[in-house]
């Protein structure tokens, strides 16, 4: 506005609770692409004086800004806000310079500012009135077109609307300024004079060669006790000249009064066809626009998000880059710090640690039977293999192997040697000497007997006499092998031939060790018999061997186990690695006679072995990331390589503590490393994308403006990362949920290291950089340096703004990739219903090691045994429950899914009907006759073996009756099962045949592949749970960080597409639904969501029409988002050549992961959204609506252009 005798005046602004300025122009002029936009910071007041109110202050910083935007070359647009600190302020006073800026900003700023409009009576001229439109004025050759939205660009009928918004203006000669703008000489100008709220956008500049040009904000005013607020936002013609006077209003009046008041003093001749005229031309469209820029609560939540997001990373950059070295320092503190977290490091390899939940029957079985039923014997199995070996030459080798186990001798700690006579597990032996005296004996008491037939000898003599041999007996280590047939005689073996291996092999049943019947054929594999039936070769032959634990001497630190929870004493933990140390040597050996072998402790050796092995892969991986992050992040010249930032960019991976570290782990430094990675490229290609004139800010601006942008993205993908694995960590599977747990504080680890640590190197780099010292060597500094011209090309962002940016928003490619988008999920749908569930403990041994070569044997050569297990009861009343085991044991028998009972209670009623008379089976009894008959029983020569099935309240005394039995169990095999669907059958049976019996105390069964059993129980659910609630937490985190629902539809989209194509890879590729493929799909919707959120943040940034959006967000997000997938790969990609089942596993899903996910990523959420993409964010949701003052003096040079600005007060005068 200007007063009537045309000098310029500026209004005076009253804010008791304003904070900042902000001031945001738009550029137009030589410079490539869209017109740029940025925005410039007045934050601080003038220091106060004693002769300077707060007014003055505020009018002194406004007269600033309009020097600056006059003098800016190539500025055509300029917006400027009052924003108070508080909304709702009470006696607060504000206007708003709103020139060529949207109406949502109108609206935001009239919905939390009261304005109130005063004046003091002066002789002022006030009859003033309005101008009609003027059409043939409103297209100039300095007028300019900024930031159209797609409905206007889109939309040919309201083009000559559209032009209505550009900035018209003339160049005006110096010092004819006040002239042209003078009320004499353009009478019309005096139309608007008694708008209320008009802001005088174009105040006349003396010396100035340009004319900022507005629109008209006019507030509609209402009377509201003694104030005058503002009710709506609407918007008027542009205005083309600077002169406006004042309107009059006056305290107390209603508001018809004020609105009458106004439109007395309107020349409606003028006024009205303008009215009219844009009711006619405008009004859908003003509607529309205005629906569309109301803020509803997501937006609300955008904005607050959003822009605290980017104020704080903006000011957090600035204080890094201050302080670099404090913030190094801090992050080497903080990690020297969490490696006192490997004090705790331990290995778990015990399958009911990791794979199994914690309240299933299995767990509470094992743990009832460590507390109640402790091992007392460890299993070492020895495989031989030969297309024949019944052949003497192999029995022969047998015995020498035999004889080299027995002279292994190892030192406990108290210095004494020990062999397997010391160790090994011991039964009476009625073999060897023993056998001949009882030979003898029964000669002479029944002479009509054959004595080399054998028979049970207690049943024969008198119990005293049979007790008097018996505890003459001398015990032996128990094997089974085939080398009992001829009772371990070296004599023997050395005149042994093929013929007498065969005779043996047919006609022998009873051990010559321990004489007791034994059924050798079970211990041959590939067995070939004649047409007669008789064996006549066997392809494996299998030796067992049992050893002692001395609970005693048990050493909790050497439990490394096959799976089960047996503890070890350290003697026969140091004897079991010299087994397989000797086994493994297989030199001196027939090379035609293969040996395979499994001690008790080889599953956890292997599986260490397998860990610590797989480092090589991991040392590999890392050194290929790095080597290419430094292609990627440098240039080649010696100044702009990057050799010490790529070497920080992901130092938290090997300082974070991970206790209980298990095969699953193994995998978390190239994860750890591979997110880091890709947070970094995000923050380097952000500094890359500073335009010019920034670039000419201060260092630390400079890195404050690169990490808004930047810290907004890696906080979005590192929130829904940390949200899907956070949400993993609450399934029932301890390793999923450790590994999920850790995954999840690791990467909020790397968040923080990015953003501190990293930063702070690549500020240092940057200095670096620009003081144009060596990349290696900081302390040479090159004279006169100038970049090659090969070395400034980015080649990866050229392509995808030249390349495929413009290729793949053709029309014809967007039908192209739609259609191959449906085609894929198609064909993956169909492959998920291929995709089979089954999970096995073996897996995880490596193929190539020595157990996983025996396991594979035993399955082939002895399928029909089937998996072995044993059946736990408790301190049950056993005289009175006798009946309910008999007839468990018979309805175990008669299961189609069982095989073999190897039941204790069938013999003792055998043997209590030969002894006694009595039939005892299904009857209840006496509890001191049952006590006999099982003393009777366990000390007979076909009961001694069951001696270590029973456990009893005291030790056992031949010839008397036993104390109380407080647990037993017995032996069981299931046949051979096809897939987990049988194996969940078998053991649902099992479990209802042990409940249906109903018994006193503890009941339950246990085998070793139970634990993957009870796992596949529950795989199934828990990955469909697991999924389910990270798909949701990343929508969820994406709807409140995108704040857009469409778009965080979009993104949830395509991870659900990649998640069903990496699925189907997985039946393609031969892998199962199991624990670590659950790990790898919560893993694979964490990594996906990185590429897609990226992309669907970066498209709701930029303004343009649809494809123009695209275009940019491939141009500027695409190098890092490729790059990111890509080093990701990367990293993973030695874990191809291991033989592990988890780090295959890892890298086959991985592999889809980066395949399908930068597929639907970068190929179709582009498409997707240039076609139905949402609107873009408002300007008030891009935060830099609060900038310093600093950081726009540091570009420009002061201001030498004067401009006479003076202020008008308007009062309203109180009615009566």
Not at 282 to 295: L, N, P, T, V, Y
Request: charged fraction near 20%; aromatic fraction near 12%; glycine fraction near 6%.
């Amino acid at each position: 506005m200007v007063k009537a005798d045309g000098e310029p005046y500026c209004v005076r602004l009253y804010c008791r609770f304003l904070r900042v300025f902000s001031i945001t122009r738009y550029q137009h002029g030589p410079l490539d692409g869209p017109a740029p936009k940025i925005t410039v910071r007045l934050k601080d007041f003038q220091p106060k004086t004693e002769d300077s109110s707060r007014s003055e202050r505020l009018s002194h910083l406004i007269k600033r800004a309009l020097q600056w935007c006059a003098e800016t070359p190539y500025i055509s647009v300029l917006n400027l806000q009052v924003v108070p600190l508080r909304a709702g302020a009470e006696n607060t006073v504000a206007s708003t310079w709103l020139l060529e800026s949207p109406g949502h900003i109108a609206n935001k700023f009239s919905s939390f500012v009261r304005v109130i409009y005063t004046s003091e009576a002066s002789g002022e001229a006030d009859d003033m009135s309005p101008s009609p439109p003027d059409n043939a004025q409103e297209s100039s050759d300095s007028a300019i077109e900024v930031e159209k939205g797609d409905d206007e660009k889109e939309e040919d009928d309201e083009k000559e609307e559209d032009d209505e918004s550009k900035v018209d203006g003339e160049v005006q000669p110096d010092g004819d300024s006040g002239e042209a703008n003078s009320p004499a000489k353009n009478d019309s100008s005096k139309a608007d004079a008694n708008l209320p709220g008009v802001v005088s956008a174009g105040p006349t500049l003396a010396k100035s060669s340009q004319v900022i040009h507005c629109k008209t904000f006019i507030p509609n005013l209402v009377s509201s006790g003694n104030e005058v607020r503002p009710e709506e936002t609407r918007w008027a013609r542009p205005v083309r000249n600077a002169e406006q006077s004042h309107g009059r209003f006056q305290l107390g009046r209603s508001s018809s009064q004020l609105h009458l008041e106004w439109l007395r003093d309107v020349d409606f001749v003028s006024f009205l066809p303008a009215v009219f005229w844009r009711l006619a031309k405008g009004r859908a469209k003003k509607e529309r626009m205005r629906g569309r820029d109301q803020r509803n609560c997501l937006g609300r939540v955008s904005e607050a998000v959003t822009g605290s997001l980017e104020r704080f990373f903006y000011r957090h950059g600035k204080n890094v880059a201050s302080h670099p070295l404090r913030y190094i320092g801090g992050c080497f503190a903080v990690t020297a710090l969490s490696c006192v977290g490997f004090l705790n490091f331990r290995m778990e390899h015990r399958p009911e640690k990791l794979w199994i939940p914690q309240d299933s029957d299995y767990v509470q079985t094992l743990a009832w039977r460590d507390e109640n039923f402790p091992s007392v014997h460890r299993v070492e199995l020895v495989l031989f293999e030969a297309d024949n070996v019944l052949r003497a030459e192999y029995v022969k080798e047998m015995f020498s192997l035999h004889q080299d186990i027995r002279k292994i001798v190892v030192t406990n700690d108290q210095g004494q040697n020990l062999t397997q006579e010391d160790l090994c597990f011991k039964v009476p032996a009625l073999g060897g000497d023993t056998r001949q005296e009882l030979r003898r004996v029964k000669a002479q008491m029944f002479p009509g007997r054959d004595p080399n037939n054998d028979f049970d000898w207690s049943l024969e003599f008198d119990k005293s006499i049979y007790y008097q041999f018996y505890s003459r007996m001398p015990l032996e280590c128990l094997e089974l092998s085939i080398l009992e047939m001829w009772g371990y005689d070296e004599a023997v073996f050395e005149a042994l031939t093929d013929e007498d291996v065969l005779l043996a092999i047919n006609t022998v049943n009873i051990s010559s060790t321990y004489s007791h019947p034994v059924d050798f054929h079970k211990l041959l594999g590939g067995v070939e018999q004649n047409a007669s039936g008789h064996i006549t070769g066997a392809k494996t032959a299998l030796t067992q061997i049992l050893m002692h634990v001395n609970r005693s001497e048990i050493d909790l630190s050497n439990s490394n186990n096959a799976g089960l929870s047996e503890e070890v004493n350290p003697s026969l933990f140091a004897w079991e690695g010299e087994f397989i140390r000797l086994l493994r040597n297989q030199s001196g050996r027939p090379q035609d006679l293969g040996i395979f072998f499994q001690s008790h402790r080889s599953f956890g050796e292997v599986s260490s072995e397998t860990v610590f092995g797989d480092v090589t892969f991991l040392i590999i991986g890392n050194v290929m990331l790095f080597i290419y992050v430094q292609v990627m992040l440098g240039k080649f010249n010696g100044v702009e390589k990057r050799p010490r930032t790529w070497r920080w960019a992901c130092p938290s991976a090997c300082a974070l503590p991970w206790p209980a570290y298990s095969p699953v782990h193994s995998i978390l430094p190239l994860l750890m490393l591979g997110l880091g990675v890709d947070d970094m490229f995000v923050i380097v290609q952000s500094w890359h994308n500073l335009k010019p004139q920034e670039r000419k800010l201060k260092m630390q601006t400079k890195i404050g403006r690169a990490l808004r942008h930047a810290g907004v993205a890696i906080t979005v993908t590192s929130l829904t990362d940390f949200a899907a694995f956070a949400i993993g960590a609450s399934t029932v599977l301890p390793a999923l949920r450790s590994f999920c747990l850790y995954s999840a504080l690791g990467i909020a680890a790397l968040y923080v290291l990015q953003a501190t640590f990293f930063v702070a190197w690549f500020a240092l780099d940057q200095t670096r950089l620009e003081e144009q010292r060596d990349g290696l060597i900081w302390c040479y500094k090159y004279k006169d340096w100038a970049p090659n011209k090969c070395s400034q090309y980015d080649l990866c962002q050229l392509f995808f703004d030249k390349i495929y940016g413009k290729f793949l928003l053709k029309n014809p490619v967007k039908v192209a990739v739609i259609l191959s988008t449906v085609v894929l999920t198609g064909a993956s749908i169909w492959g998920v219903t291929n995709l089979r569930q089954e999970f096995d403990p073996v897996l995880f041994i490596p193929q190539s090691s020595y157990l996983f070569k025996f396991l594979s044997r035993i399955l082939h050569y002895y399928p029909e045994a089937g998996e072995r297990g044993t059946l736990y009861l408790g301190a049950l009343d056993y005289s009175q429950e006798f009946p309910k085991i008999g007839q468990l044991s018979t309805q175990m028998k008669e299961n189609e899914y069982i095989s073999f009972v190897d039941s204790w209670y069938d013999l003792m009623v055998t043997y209590t009907m030969q002894d006694t008379g009595i039939d005892i089976g299904g009857k209840a009894m006496n509890e001191t006759f049952f006590r006999e008959i099982m003393s009777a029983f366990l000390f007979s020569p076909s009961g001694s073996r069951f001696q270590t099935y029973f456990h009893f309240d005291g030790n056992l005394t031949i010839g008397k009756p036993t104390p109380q039995l407080l647990a037993c169990k017995f032996d069981y095999n299931h046949r051979t099962l096809n897939g987990s669907a049988e194996q969940i059958i078998a053991l649902d049976q099992l479990k209802g045949l042990i409940k249906d019996q109903n018994f006193s105390d503890f009941a339950g069964a246990i085998a070793f592949n139970y634990a993957g059993w009870e796992t596949d129980m529950i795989i199934g659910t828990e990955l469909i749970r697991n999924v389910s609630l990270a798909m949701v937490a990343v929508f969820i985190m994406t709807l409140l960080l995108l704040s857009n629902f469409i778009t965080s539809l979009y993104v949830l989209l395509c991870v659900s597409l990649t998640l069903v194509d990496v699925m189907a890879l997985m039946s393609w590729w031969d892998l199962t639904i199991d624990i670590i493929s659950c790990i790898n799909l919560v893993l694979c919707i964490g990594l996906c969501v990185d590429y897609s959120a990226h992309i669907g943040l970066h498209f709701m940034q930029v303004k343009g029409t649809r494809n123009e959006r695209a275009h940019t967000t491939l141009h500027e997000m695409g190098p890092p988002v490729i790059n990111g997938a890509f080093s990701t790969f990367l990293s993973f990609a030695p874990l191809v050549f291991s033989d592990s089942h988890v780090f295959l596993s890892f890298f086959k899903i991985f592999f889809g992961t980066c395949l399908f996910g930068v597929f639907h990523g970068l190929t179709f959420l582009p498409v997707l959204l240039s076609l139905i993409g949402p609107a873009p964010y408002n300007d008030t949701l891009i935060a830099m609506s609060q900038v310093d003052e600093a950081d726009k003096s540091e570009a420009h040079t002061k201001c030498s252009i004067e401009m006479k600005v003076e202020e008008t007060t308007y009062t309203i005068a109180s009615g009566d």
